[in-house]
């Protein structure tokens, strides 16, 4: 659906976000960055969110 929708638009470029699962849900499931990387006949970027740090200023010295 969404590379019919990027064909459909005549995109040039096709923006997403990466993340990472487990090795064995994107067996069952499909993994939508692989097909995306294999199947979009477009350049591509991939944009994975940095991890949040929580509670940072725990760590610091009072």
Known sequence: MLL???RSLNADLL???G????RM???M???TTWTLMHH???PLLLSQRMA???H????CAA
């Open 52 to 54: 949040e740090k929580r």
């Open 15 to 17: 923006v997403a976000g």
């Open 4 to 6: 019919e929708a990027t």
């Open 29 to 31: 499931l499909g993994g």
């Open 56 to 59: 940072a200023h725990r760590d």
């Open 40 to 42: 979009a006949g477009m």
């Open 25 to 27: 849900r994107e067996v």
């Open 19 to 22: 993340y990472g699962h487990s």
